[in-house]
């Protein structure tokens, strides 16, 4: 489809031109995302998993002769067009991926919409300050630039254009990660949605544990999960191999007597951290911590940490911690008297922090 804009003829891809709805619910917030029309894939990446976080998401695919006036134009269009749609419920936010805007651009924008999110090389150019409603607008940038009231910046360190974009040869996992979470955090408490993180992970893990039911775990799960425990490197990525590993290497190879002990959670804005004590008689071959040990039936006690990441009301991956060495010589297979290890000790002392500290250095 074409249309004029100024005296510009811009054309919309069809590939983007369709807004996608929220997966988790049949209605959302609205968030229109703003790029070049280089990068549409990025773009149709991008609105999908926002979709499953339970927005309204439009595109708008930019060419590069695009002036300040002609976008503006085009940005207003989309946001009404939006606003309108069927799904869309509640505020909108706008990402821009956009390295041409400036102060003029977003004050002007700024009352059409609910808050700005941009990532750019250096914060938008133009006066000094920009007047926008405080705590309206963040910048993810490559560039350190001064302060500004009006617009909290985050700076990535030695990082350069695109490094969120997985498709880009300059992408960078860990700061893209950080950024987006730093963009999530900001959409959710200024337009929402908002979802208990710990009702969801509590329900998972009854039906891990308790119910031992594969298919009612996955159904706690976006459609392309993955588990990593980092230990012993077992888990599986994406539905069928998520699913294979449950159905046989987890849900239903765990001891009966297999009991957790909280000991602290922490909540974020899309990450729940839980710090455990996993308790267990080893009275079987437990695939996914010890896979191929025969059963010693041993008791162990082991500290352990899951960090569970959440797209939307669903998991989207959960990252394992716990110490193998203490469980090896819990079960026999170290001697601790011939490596700086230790066994039960170490979940004996995160219960009780007045045990002796430094044994293994006095000893």
Not at 329 to 334: A, E, F, P, T
Request: hydrophobic share 35%; with cysteine; aromatic share 10%.
């Amino acid at each position: 489809m074409r249309q004029k804009i100024g005296k510009t003829e811009i054309i919309d891809q069809p590939t983007i031109n369709s807004i996608i709805s929220p997966t988790p619910k049949g209605k959302g917030p609205g968030l229109l995302l703003v790029d070049d029309n280089s990068h549409e894939r990025y773009l149709l990446k991008t609105a999908q998993i926002f979709s499953e976080e339970g927005y309204c998401v439009s595109m708008l695919a930019l060419p590069s002769s695009t002036t300040q006036e002609q976008l503006q134009e085009f940005l207003l269009s989309k946001i009404e067009e939006l606003k309108n749609y069927q799904d869309q419920a509640g505020k909108v936010g706008v990402i821009f991926h956009i390295n041409s805007l400036t102060s003029e651009l977003l004050e002007s924008l700024g009352k059409f919409y609910d808050c700005t999110i941009i990532y750019c090389q250096s914060a938008p150019v133009g006066r000094d300050s920009l007047d926008l409603k405080p705590d309206s607008a963040i910048c993810h940038q490559t560039t350190e630039s001064k302060d500004n009231s009006s617009l909290t910046s985050f700076f990535y360190a030695d990082q350069t254009t695109r490094f969120f974009d997985s498709n880009s040869d300059n992408f960078d996992k860990p700061s893209a990660s950080i950024a987006y979470s730093r963009t999530l955090g900001f959409l959710k408490r200024k337009i929402g949605p908002i979802y208990d993180l710990q009702e969801l992970w509590e329900q998972h893990t009854m039906f891990e544990f308790s119910d031992r039911d594969v298919d009612k775990t996955m159904e706690t799960m976006v459609s392309e999960p993955y588990v990593n425990h980092i230990p012993t490197m077992t888990g599986g990525v994406g539905y069928e191999g998520l699913h294979h590993f449950y159905t046989n290497h987890f849900v239903n190879s765990n001891p009966p007597d297999t009991k957790l002990i909280p000991v602290s959670r922490t909540v974020g804005v899309d990450r729940l951290v839980d710090e455990m004590i996993f308790c267990f008689t080893h009275t079987c071959e437990i695939p996914w911590m010890l896979p191929h040990v025969e059963p010693t039936n041993r008791y162990v006690e082991v500290p352990l940490v899951a960090i569970v990441n959440f797209r939307g009301n669903k998991l989207y991956h959960e990252h394992i911690y716990w110490d193998q060495a203490s469980v090896l010589v819990q079960i026999g297979k170290i001697d601790p008297a011939l490596l700086p290890v230790v066994g039960i000790d170490s979940a004996r002392k995160l219960l009780n922090e007045t045990l002796p500290s430094n044994e293994l250095i006095n000893k």
